[in-house]
């Protein structure tokens, strides 16, 4: 079975780590057999969620990790998209545009991200309102798209899209473990990563198992 796992930081693919067990690791050594691939984007906007789907349409199993309107789409990136929060402080603090700068360079050569930032705060500031009404018009597209596909979405803190889902399947536990321990990546003093990475893979190898036996796939 091809298996397409999309989104924000949930679904970037991890190499093999010494000190660990990564995500990736654990759910391919559970489906050796099954083909998965890892189209995650750091931050990932609706927009680019989007594109990245209509670009993979044969997947037999889609699981997307969704992300809120904050999200900006960020054409020129292919590796991260950037939250409004972020921007509007680019545009009001230099200090603050430069510390993002040096978090950026190992993806952008620094003067033309420093020239993004500064043109793309000056005339790209949306209001709420815009962003909002752009999020739900994507995710109406996404809906669509899963129209006649295996597709699970799952939810985050920020978000409530339960109600929003016209076509798929709301990934309820998926979207329960994340949003318990979505700082835990990122926040080395958590308690047990390792436990987060075994409940994330026991609950995509829940959905994968169930597609199988709903569609008769050994």
């Known amino acids: 079975m ?37 189209h995650g984007v750091m931050m990932c906007s609706s927009e680019r969620l989007l594109s990245l789907l209509h670009k993979h349409r044969n997947y037999d199993l889609y699981i997307l990790f969704h992300i809120g309107w ?12 950037i939250d409004i929060k972020d921007l509007r402080k680019c545009s009001r603090e230099l200090k603050f545009l430069d510390k993002r700068l040096r978090e950026y360079q190992k993806l952008e050569d620094p003067e033309l991200l420093r020239k993004y930032f500064e043109g793309y705060s000056k005339l790209y500031l949306p209001s709420n309102r815009d962003l909002m009404n752009r999020w739900i018009g994507t995710f109406f597209c996404i809906n669509q798209f899963s129209k006649g596909r295996n597709v699970y979405h799952v ?37 047990d990563p390792q436990n987060f990475r075994t409940l994330y893979v026991d609950a995509i190898s829940e959905i994968i198992n169930e597609v199988k036996q709903n569609n008769n796939i050994t």
Not at 11 to 29: D, G, I, N, W
């Open 70 to 81: 904050q999200s900006i789409f960020h054409p020129g990136w292919e590796n991260n998209d």
């Open 155 to 191: 939810g985050c803190k920020t978000v409530d899209i339960k109600k929003m889902i016209k076509y798929g399947t709301f990934a309820e536990k998926l979207t329960k473990v994340f949003a318990s321990h979505d700082t835990i990546e990122n926040y080395p003093d958590k308690p």
């Open 2 to 38: 091809k298996i397409g796992i999309f989104g924000h930081s949930a679904a970037v693919y991890e190499t093999v780590k010494p000190t660990h067990k990564t995500k990736p690791f654990l759910l391919q050594q559970r489906f050796p057999d099954d083909q998965i691939n890892w």
